[in-house]
């Protein structure tokens, strides 16, 4: 675990399945400072546009990389029971895409957790 309280973010695939042993799971660590600081380099942000009448201009905040949209905040206004909600939404194989691309890496644990940049030189499985 972290010495210094630092948050990570783990990114997994989305069809990773809860049922397989701990064994067959890998798990990939970066610190905070190095996700925030990639994605801000890396993303390019826009407002969305309506595509039809029922639509309005700008309700989403788009993330694209490499010209493809990657993730979004939504704002959701469709009904009494969604009104005022916010949906946020990454497509976790493009983040790691980006992450991984630009951080060395080092596994621990038999090649079962790999900890990327920062996060190397304080996490540690004990």
Do not use: C
């Amino acid at each position: 675990m972290s010495k210094k309280g630092n948050l990570y973010l783990s990114v997994l695939p989305s069809d990773l399945s809860n049922t397989l042993p701990i064994d067959q799971k890998h798990f990939h660590v970066f610190d905070q400072r190095d996700v925030v600081r990639l994605l801000t380099d890396h993303l390019e942000i826009r407002n969305s546009k309506a595509r039809n009448r029922t639509q309005m201009d700008d309700q989403k905040v788009i993330f694209r990389y490499d010209n493809r949209n990657v993730g979004e905040i939504e704002i959701r206004t469709d009904s009494d029971r969604h009104y005022r909600e916010i949906k946020w939404r990454m497509n976790a194989p493009s983040i790691f895409k980006i992450l991984a691309a630009h951080l060395d890496s080092d596994s621990q644990s038999y090649k079962q957790v790999a900890v990327y940049g920062r996060a190397q030189r304080i996490f540690s499985i004990a």
